[in-house]
């Protein structure tokens, strides 16, 4: 497919308009207060002299670069998080519009990739999964399936269901089994976003990847230090991000390939 380079460019400077606003959300989701958690006031500043960040000095990326990554006004390192979070989500976009062209898919693939990233990040980072990420999410997911595609709101709405379900099973077995929480709200809900965007067969498979890359990453881990390795320490949710980015790529292809390979095809 020949691509449109204005297309392109488009979509680059969404993905980095939303990159900006997305590290916002990394920043401040994880406060426990509300008013800290807002994501419209106050307005940016410096979190060292608390100076307001002018627009010019808010331009995604750009303005990163023009000032070395310094604060115009005192100096202090402006952490890479910044540009790094703008960058990628700009090339997740431009790779949506190469991969499914102009239309509802690319529109899909950026919106969940974007919000995989941040809850990835926070997750990593705090051990949380906002709801607003969860929430904010599942409404879109739910409202761009009206554009059609994957069994459209009907087959949204129940890959949410099915997303919920399977983890909330997950939570209720292993409290009754481990005597400990195994499963948290924040997984739960972030597969109920999950399946809005997939599906209930891709939503399950999605569970299962995560739990797969979970257990490659974690279990030399988890060998070496049993003893300092609690449960709740898992950050679930970044496999959970993996397994689901691979889902929305691949997910159909892996779900034939394996009923073709158990039918003996
Ligand atoms: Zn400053």
């Not at 509802?104 to 709801?131: C, E, M, N, S, W």
Request: hydrophobic share 55%.
């Amino acid at each position: 497919m020949a691509a449109d380079p204005i297309l392109v460019f488009a979509a680059g400077v969404l993905g980095l308009c939303l990159g900006s606003f997305l590290n916002v959300c990394i920043v401040r989701l994880p406060n426990e207060s509300p008013k800290a958690r807002s994501l419209f006031r106050p307005p940016s500043s410096c979190p060292k002299c608390k100076h307001r960040i002018a627009w010019r000095d808010n331009i995604p990326l750009v303005s990163w670069l023009v000032l070395r990554g310094k604060c115009r006004s005192c100096g202090t390192a402006i952490s890479r998080q910044y540009p790094i979070v703008e960058a990628v989500v700009a090339l997740l976009w431009i790779a949506a519009v190469l991969a499914y062209g102009p239309g509802a898919q690319a529109v899909r693939a950026g919106v969940l990739g974007t919000v995989l990233l941040g809850i990835a990040i926070i997750d990593l980072r705090h051990k949380v999964i906002p709801d607003e990420l969860n929430y904010g999410g599942l409404v879109l997911g739910l409202a761009l399936s009206l554009a059609g595609g994957h069994g459209g709101l009907i087959g949204a709405v129940l890959g949410a269901a099915v997303g919920w379900g399977v983890l909330w099973v997950v939570r209720v077995v292993g409290a009754w089994v481990l005597k400990q929480e195994a499963m948290g709200w924040g997984d739960i809900k972030m597969m109920a976003m999950v399946g809005a965007f997939v599906g209930w067969r891709n939503v399950l498979l999605t569970v299962f990847l995560g739990a797969i890359v979970g257990t490659v990453f974690y279990l030399p881990l988890l060998v070496a230090d049993l003893r300092r390795m609690r449960r709740h320490e898992l950050p679930f949710g970044v496999f959970l991000a993996v397994g689901a980015a691979i889902t929305f790529v691949a997910g159909d292809g892996l779900i034939s390939w394996y009923l073709q390979f158990v039918r003996g095809g």
